[in-house]
Protein backbone atom coordinates (compact mmCIF):
# COMPACT_ATOMS: atom_id res chain seq x y z
CA UNK A 1 0.00 0.00 0.00
CA UNK A 2 1.08 3.65 -0.98
CA UNK A 3 0.99 6.10 1.83
CA UNK A 4 -1.81 7.08 4.17
CA UNK A 5 -4.21 9.79 2.77
CA UNK A 6 -7.35 11.83 4.49
CA UNK A 7 -10.44 11.86 3.04
CA UNK A 8 -13.43 13.62 3.67
CA UNK A 9 -16.67 11.81 2.58
CA UNK A 10 -19.74 14.72 3.11
CA UNK A 11 -22.71 12.34 2.92
CA UNK A 12 -25.43 13.32 5.09
CA UNK A 13 -29.02 13.99 4.02
CA UNK A 14 -31.31 10.82 2.85
CA UNK A 15 -30.14 7.13 2.48
CA UNK A 16 -29.81 7.87 -0.67
CA UNK A 17 -26.35 9.91 -0.25
CA UNK A 18 -25.42 8.29 3.43
CA UNK A 19 -25.50 4.73 2.23
CA UNK A 20 -23.34 4.78 -1.11
CA UNK A 21 -21.21 7.64 0.94
CA UNK A 22 -20.76 5.08 3.56
CA UNK A 23 -19.56 2.48 1.06
CA UNK A 24 -16.69 4.50 -0.61
CA UNK A 25 -15.56 5.75 2.67
CA UNK A 26 -15.51 1.67 4.05
CA UNK A 27 -13.56 1.27 0.81
CA UNK A 28 -11.13 3.75 1.09
CA UNK A 29 -10.72 3.09 4.82
CA UNK A 30 -10.15 -0.40 4.10
CA UNK A 31 -7.02 0.79 2.04
CA UNK A 32 -6.02 1.69 5.20
CA UNK A 33 -6.52 5.62 4.75
CA UNK A 34 -7.74 8.08 7.55
CA UNK A 35 -11.76 8.83 6.47
CA UNK A 36 -13.97 11.54 8.27
CA UNK A 37 -17.98 11.65 7.65
CA UNK A 38 -19.22 14.92 6.94
CA UNK A 39 -22.73 14.43 7.86
CA UNK A 40 -25.91 17.11 8.70
CA UNK A 41 -26.90 16.07 11.54
CA UNK A 42 -30.68 14.51 10.59
CA UNK A 43 -32.55 11.83 12.12
CA UNK A 44 -32.37 9.33 8.98
CA UNK A 45 -28.15 9.30 9.81
CA UNK A 46 -28.35 7.80 13.09
CA UNK A 47 -29.42 4.11 12.54
CA UNK A 48 -27.00 3.66 8.93
CA UNK A 49 -23.85 4.99 10.51
CA UNK A 50 -24.06 2.82 13.88
CA UNK A 51 -21.70 0.70 12.56
CA UNK A 52 -18.78 3.28 11.16
CA UNK A 53 -15.92 3.44 13.69
CA UNK A 54 -13.63 6.30 11.89
CA UNK A 55 -14.78 10.22 12.69
CA UNK A 56 -17.90 11.90 12.32
CA UNK A 57 -17.50 15.82 11.29
CA UNK A 58 -21.99 17.05 11.92
CA UNK A 59 -22.34 20.27 10.15
CA UNK A 60 -26.14 21.36 10.74
CA UNK A 61 -27.62 21.80 6.84
CA UNK A 62 -30.42 22.43 5.21
CA UNK A 63 -31.78 21.95 1.58
CA UNK A 64 -31.87 24.55 -1.36
CA UNK A 65 -34.49 27.20 -1.37
CA UNK A 66 -35.19 28.86 -4.62
CA UNK A 67 -37.60 31.89 -5.23
CA UNK A 68 -37.71 34.77 -2.23
CA UNK A 69 -39.55 33.86 0.71
CA UNK A 70 -38.78 34.07 4.13
CA UNK A 71 -37.91 29.91 4.15
CA UNK A 72 -35.51 30.77 1.20
CA UNK A 73 -33.38 33.36 3.16
CA UNK A 74 -33.56 31.12 6.02
CA UNK A 75 -31.66 28.63 3.58
CA UNK A 76 -29.03 31.04 2.76
CA UNK A 77 -28.66 31.71 6.47
CA UNK A 78 -28.40 28.17 7.17
CA UNK A 79 -26.02 27.51 4.38
CA UNK A 80 -23.83 30.74 5.20
CA UNK A 81 -23.32 28.87 8.49
CA UNK A 82 -23.07 25.80 7.47
CA UNK A 83 -19.78 27.03 5.64
CA UNK A 84 -18.40 28.85 8.23
CA UNK A 85 -18.62 26.09 10.47
CA UNK A 86 -16.64 23.56 7.75
CA UNK A 87 -13.90 26.21 7.47
CA UNK A 88 -13.18 25.82 11.23
CA UNK A 89 -13.27 22.30 10.99
CA UNK A 90 -11.30 21.70 7.94
CA UNK A 91 -9.02 24.00 9.09
CA UNK A 92 -8.26 21.76 11.55
CA UNK A 93 -8.67 18.67 10.02
CA UNK A 94 -7.76 19.45 6.72
CA UNK A 95 -8.21 16.11 3.91
CA UNK A 96 -6.25 15.27 1.32
CA UNK A 97 -9.52 15.31 -1.06
CA UNK A 98 -12.93 15.57 -0.34
CA UNK A 99 -15.80 13.53 -1.88
CA UNK A 100 -19.57 14.79 -1.82
CA UNK A 101 -22.49 12.55 -2.58
CA UNK A 102 -24.41 15.76 -4.00
CA UNK A 103 -27.17 16.52 -1.27
CA UNK A 104 -27.42 20.05 0.48
CA UNK A 105 -25.42 18.54 2.98
CA UNK A 106 -22.19 18.97 0.61
CA UNK A 107 -22.42 22.94 0.39
CA UNK A 108 -20.49 23.77 3.19
CA UNK A 109 -17.41 21.39 3.47
CA UNK A 110 -17.35 21.65 -0.48
CA UNK A 111 -17.54 25.40 -0.32
CA UNK A 112 -14.59 25.22 2.56
CA UNK A 113 -12.42 23.04 0.47
CA UNK A 114 -12.67 24.74 -2.25
CA UNK A 115 -11.33 28.06 -0.04
CA UNK A 116 -8.24 25.69 1.12
CA UNK A 117 -7.77 24.55 -2.56
CA UNK A 118 -8.61 20.82 -1.32
CA UNK A 119 -9.59 19.11 -4.68
CA UNK A 120 -13.44 17.52 -4.53
CA UNK A 121 -14.72 14.87 -6.37
CA UNK A 122 -18.65 15.12 -7.13
CA UNK A 123 -21.03 12.12 -7.17
CA UNK A 124 -24.18 12.26 -9.00
CA UNK A 125 -26.45 9.42 -8.67
CA UNK A 126 -29.34 10.61 -10.56
CA UNK A 127 -29.65 10.21 -14.55
CA UNK A 128 -30.47 14.16 -13.76
CA UNK A 129 -27.98 16.10 -11.89
CA UNK A 130 -29.51 17.82 -8.67
CA UNK A 131 -29.07 21.45 -7.28
CA UNK A 132 -26.09 20.79 -5.49
CA UNK A 133 -24.04 18.84 -7.84
CA UNK A 134 -25.00 21.89 -10.54
CA UNK A 135 -24.07 24.30 -8.19
CA UNK A 136 -20.90 23.13 -7.16
CA UNK A 137 -19.74 21.37 -10.51
CA UNK A 138 -18.01 24.46 -12.15
CA UNK A 139 -14.55 23.94 -9.25
CA UNK A 140 -14.70 19.89 -9.06
CA UNK A 141 -11.55 18.48 -9.81
CA UNK A 142 -13.63 15.32 -11.04
CA UNK A 143 -17.53 14.33 -11.51
CA UNK A 144 -18.09 10.66 -10.70
CA UNK A 145 -21.91 9.38 -12.44
CA UNK A 146 -23.72 6.49 -12.21
CA UNK A 147 -25.69 6.76 -15.28
CA UNK A 148 -23.42 7.57 -18.84
CA UNK A 149 -25.80 9.79 -19.87
CA UNK A 150 -25.53 12.23 -17.01
CA UNK A 151 -22.83 14.01 -18.64
CA UNK A 152 -25.14 15.32 -21.43
CA UNK A 153 -27.19 17.20 -18.46
CA UNK A 154 -23.80 18.40 -17.54
CA UNK A 155 -21.18 20.94 -18.65
CA UNK A 156 -17.52 19.50 -17.32
CA UNK A 157 -14.35 18.31 -18.53
CA UNK A 158 -13.65 15.45 -16.18
CA UNK A 159 -17.03 13.06 -15.85
CA UNK A 160 -16.27 9.89 -15.11
CA UNK A 161 -19.41 6.89 -14.66
CA UNK A 162 -18.48 4.85 -11.55
CA UNK A 163 -21.54 3.40 -11.17
CA UNK A 164 -23.26 3.51 -7.95
CA UNK A 165 -21.71 2.72 -4.65
CA UNK A 166 -23.28 -0.12 -2.84
CA UNK A 167 -22.50 -1.71 1.01
CA UNK A 168 -20.14 -4.36 0.40
CA UNK A 169 -22.95 -6.78 2.38
CA UNK A 170 -24.92 -5.68 -0.09
CA UNK A 171 -22.26 -6.27 -3.03
CA UNK A 172 -21.36 -10.00 -1.81
CA UNK A 173 -24.43 -11.17 -1.73
CA UNK A 174 -25.97 -10.14 -5.10
CA UNK A 175 -23.49 -12.57 -6.31
CA UNK A 176 -25.42 -14.98 -4.94
CA UNK A 177 -28.14 -17.15 -7.44
CA UNK A 178 -31.91 -15.60 -6.24
CA UNK A 179 -33.91 -17.64 -4.42
CA UNK A 180 -36.61 -20.10 -6.88
CA UNK A 181 -40.13 -19.61 -5.50
CA UNK A 182 -41.76 -23.07 -5.57
CA UNK A 183 -45.01 -23.36 -7.87
CA UNK A 184 -47.08 -23.85 -4.39
CA UNK A 185 -45.77 -20.54 -3.12
CA UNK A 186 -47.69 -17.07 -4.31
CA UNK A 187 -45.71 -14.30 -5.55
CA UNK A 188 -43.23 -12.87 -3.22
CA UNK A 189 -43.78 -9.04 -3.64
CA UNK A 190 -41.32 -6.51 -1.89
CA UNK A 191 -43.04 -2.87 -1.02
CA UNK A 192 -40.50 -0.36 0.11
CA UNK A 193 -40.65 3.69 -0.43
CA UNK A 194 -37.06 4.67 0.39
CA UNK A 195 -35.32 5.74 3.79
CA UNK A 196 -38.55 8.31 4.84
CA UNK A 197 -41.43 5.33 3.36
CA UNK A 198 -43.68 5.67 0.83
CA UNK A 199 -47.40 7.35 2.00
CA UNK A 200 -48.78 6.39 -1.28
CA UNK A 201 -47.81 2.98 -1.15
CA UNK A 202 -48.33 2.50 2.47
CA UNK A 203 -52.19 3.43 1.60
CA UNK A 204 -52.43 1.54 -1.83
CA UNK A 205 -50.49 -1.45 -1.85
CA UNK A 206 -52.69 -3.24 1.10
CA UNK A 207 -55.71 -2.60 -0.58
CA UNK A 208 -54.79 -3.55 -3.73
CA UNK A 209 -53.14 -6.69 -2.48
CA UNK A 210 -55.95 -7.73 -0.73
CA UNK A 211 -58.13 -6.99 -3.53
CA UNK A 212 -55.90 -9.48 -5.98
CA UNK A 213 -56.19 -11.63 -2.89
CA UNK A 214 -59.90 -11.80 -3.11
CA UNK A 215 -59.32 -13.06 -6.94
CA UNK A 216 -57.29 -16.01 -5.65
CA UNK A 217 -53.74 -14.30 -6.31
CA UNK A 218 -51.62 -15.93 -3.82
CA UNK A 219 -49.13 -13.42 -2.37
CA UNK A 220 -46.11 -13.47 0.22
CA UNK A 221 -45.53 -9.93 0.85
CA UNK A 222 -42.91 -7.77 2.73
CA UNK A 223 -43.50 -4.24 3.06
CA UNK A 224 -40.75 -1.86 4.75
CA UNK A 225 -43.05 0.96 5.56
CA UNK A 226 -40.02 3.89 6.21
CA UNK A 227 -41.15 6.61 8.83
CA UNK A 228 -44.78 5.63 9.37
CA UNK A 229 -45.53 3.66 12.47
CA UNK A 230 -45.03 0.03 11.86
CA UNK A 231 -47.85 -0.94 14.14
CA UNK A 232 -51.05 0.91 12.24
CA UNK A 233 -49.76 -0.56 9.04
CA UNK A 234 -49.73 -3.80 10.60
CA UNK A 235 -53.19 -3.32 11.69
CA UNK A 236 -54.37 -2.30 8.01
CA UNK A 237 -53.01 -5.26 6.51
CA UNK A 238 -54.93 -7.30 9.95
CA UNK A 239 -58.29 -5.71 8.94
CA UNK A 240 -58.53 -6.15 5.24
CA UNK A 241 -57.58 -9.85 6.28
CA UNK A 242 -54.13 -10.07 4.59
CA UNK A 243 -50.93 -11.38 5.52
CA UNK A 244 -48.18 -9.19 5.17
CA UNK A 245 -44.34 -8.58 6.96
CA UNK A 246 -44.36 -4.98 7.81
CA UNK A 247 -41.41 -3.58 8.92
CA UNK A 248 -40.24 0.16 9.51
CA UNK A 249 -36.27 -0.65 8.67
CA UNK A 250 -34.73 -3.24 7.56
CA UNK A 251 -31.07 -3.93 8.03
CA UNK A 252 -30.51 -6.62 6.06
CA UNK A 253 -32.11 -6.01 2.80
CA UNK A 254 -29.88 -8.40 0.78
CA UNK A 255 -32.49 -11.16 2.30
CA UNK A 256 -35.33 -9.93 1.09
CA UNK A 257 -34.20 -8.72 -2.56
CA UNK A 258 -32.91 -12.58 -3.00
CA UNK A 259 -36.22 -13.22 -2.16
CA UNK A 260 -38.52 -11.67 -4.23
CA UNK A 261 -39.95 -11.40 -7.59
CA UNK A 262 -41.58 -8.54 -8.04
CA UNK A 263 -40.47 -4.68 -6.21
CA UNK A 264 -43.10 -2.16 -5.77
CA UNK A 265 -40.99 1.30 -5.24
CA UNK A 266 -39.83 4.88 -5.93
CA UNK A 267 -36.74 5.46 -8.01
CA UNK A 268 -34.31 6.74 -6.19
CA UNK A 269 -30.32 5.96 -7.55
CA UNK A 270 -29.80 3.95 -4.64
CA UNK A 271 -33.09 1.70 -4.71
CA UNK A 272 -31.99 1.49 -8.60
CA UNK A 273 -28.86 0.49 -8.34
CA UNK A 274 -29.98 -2.53 -6.10
CA UNK A 275 -32.54 -3.81 -7.80
CA UNK A 276 -30.36 -3.52 -10.89
CA UNK A 277 -27.34 -5.87 -8.79
CA UNK A 278 -29.86 -8.43 -7.54
CA UNK A 279 -31.71 -8.36 -10.92
CA UNK A 280 -35.24 -8.07 -9.05
CA UNK A 281 -37.84 -6.69 -11.63
CA UNK A 282 -39.86 -4.06 -10.71
CA UNK A 283 -42.89 -1.36 -10.79
CA UNK A 284 -41.85 1.62 -10.64
CA UNK A 285 -43.76 5.12 -8.48
CA UNK A 286 -41.25 7.55 -9.24
CA UNK A 287 -41.82 10.35 -6.38
CA UNK A 288 -43.67 13.28 -8.51
CA UNK A 289 -42.02 15.79 -6.34
CA UNK A 290 -38.47 14.89 -6.68
CA UNK A 291 -35.97 17.87 -7.99
CA UNK A 292 -36.12 18.13 -11.94
CA UNK A 293 -38.53 15.16 -11.94
CA UNK A 294 -35.28 12.88 -11.40
CA UNK A 295 -36.98 9.91 -10.28
CA UNK A 296 -38.65 9.20 -13.52
CA UNK A 297 -36.08 9.90 -15.56
CA UNK A 298 -33.90 7.09 -13.61
CA UNK A 299 -37.08 4.78 -13.84
CA UNK A 300 -37.61 5.58 -17.67
CA UNK A 301 -33.59 4.33 -18.00
CA UNK A 302 -34.79 0.94 -16.54
CA UNK A 303 -37.82 0.72 -18.51
CA UNK A 304 -36.47 1.71 -21.48
CA UNK A 305 -34.08 -1.32 -21.01
CA UNK A 306 -36.98 -3.75 -20.21
CA UNK A 307 -36.22 -4.38 -16.45
CA UNK A 308 -39.01 -2.65 -14.86
CA UNK A 309 -42.45 -1.01 -15.70
CA UNK A 310 -43.28 2.51 -14.34
CA UNK A 311 -46.45 4.11 -13.26
CA UNK A 312 -47.12 7.91 -12.34
CA UNK A 313 -48.47 8.16 -9.01
CA UNK A 314 -51.63 10.21 -9.72
CA UNK A 315 -52.32 6.76 -12.11
CA UNK A 316 -51.60 4.19 -8.99
CA UNK A 317 -54.87 3.16 -7.59
CA UNK A 318 -56.13 0.41 -6.04
CA UNK A 319 -57.87 -1.15 -9.09
CA UNK A 320 -54.86 -0.37 -11.42
CA UNK A 321 -52.63 -2.19 -8.86
CA UNK A 322 -54.62 -4.87 -8.16
CA UNK A 323 -54.87 -5.34 -12.35
CA UNK A 324 -51.24 -5.59 -12.54
CA UNK A 325 -50.21 -7.86 -10.07
CA UNK A 326 -53.10 -10.25 -11.53
CA UNK A 327 -51.42 -9.68 -14.73
CA UNK A 328 -48.05 -10.15 -13.71
CA UNK A 329 -48.38 -12.83 -11.63
CA UNK A 330 -49.53 -14.96 -14.93
CA UNK A 331 -46.40 -14.05 -17.02
CA UNK A 332 -43.56 -15.74 -15.00
CA UNK A 333 -41.70 -15.69 -18.22
CA UNK A 334 -41.81 -12.01 -18.69
CA UNK A 335 -40.72 -11.53 -14.61
CA UNK A 336 -37.72 -13.74 -15.55
CA UNK A 337 -36.81 -11.65 -18.77
CA UNK A 338 -37.35 -8.19 -16.61
CA UNK A 339 -35.06 -9.81 -14.20
CA UNK A 340 -32.25 -10.71 -16.50
CA UNK A 341 -32.36 -7.13 -17.83
CA UNK A 342 -32.26 -5.77 -14.70
CA UNK A 343 -29.07 -7.44 -14.07
CA UNK A 344 -27.78 -6.30 -17.27
CA UNK A 345 -28.27 -3.34 -16.03
CA UNK A 346 -25.65 -3.64 -12.40
CA UNK A 347 -22.75 -1.69 -12.29
CA UNK A 348 -20.72 -3.48 -9.26
CA UNK A 349 -17.27 -2.47 -7.61
CA UNK A 350 -18.60 0.99 -8.01
CA UNK A 351 -17.33 1.77 -4.81
CA UNK A 352 -13.89 0.74 -5.25
CA UNK A 353 -13.51 2.68 -9.02
CA UNK A 354 -14.64 5.54 -6.70
CA UNK A 355 -11.87 5.16 -4.03
CA UNK A 356 -9.99 4.57 -7.28
CA UNK A 357 -10.69 7.85 -8.30
CA UNK A 358 -10.44 9.34 -4.82
CA UNK A 359 -6.76 7.84 -4.61
CA UNK A 360 -5.69 9.22 -7.87
CA UNK A 361 -7.04 13.13 -7.26
CA UNK A 362 -5.58 13.08 -3.72
CA UNK A 363 -2.21 12.30 -5.64
CA UNK A 364 -1.80 8.69 -4.32
Known sequence: MGRVLKFGVACGGTGGHIF?????????????????????GKDVEHDAIKAWQGDILTVPSEGFQFGFSLRSLQTVVKLRKAYRLSIGLMREQAPHAMLAMGSYASF?????????????????????????????????????????????????????????PLRKALEIASRQPRSMRAPEDGLRVLVMGGSRGAQILNETVPNAIAAAAAKGLRLQVEHIAGLQDKESLEAVYAELGTKARVHHFVQDMEAKYLAADLAICRSGAATCAELAAFGVPALLVPYPHA??????????????????????????????????????????????????????????????????????????
Open 20 to 40: PGLATAGALAERGHDVTLWLA
Open 108 to 164: GPVRAAAKFDIPYVLHEANLVPGRAVSLLARKADTIAVSFDRTGSYMKHGNIVTTGM
Open 291 to 364: VRNHQMSNARVLQDSGAADVVAQEDLTDTWLRDYLINVSQKPARLQAMSTAMKKQAQPDAASRLADLLERVAGA
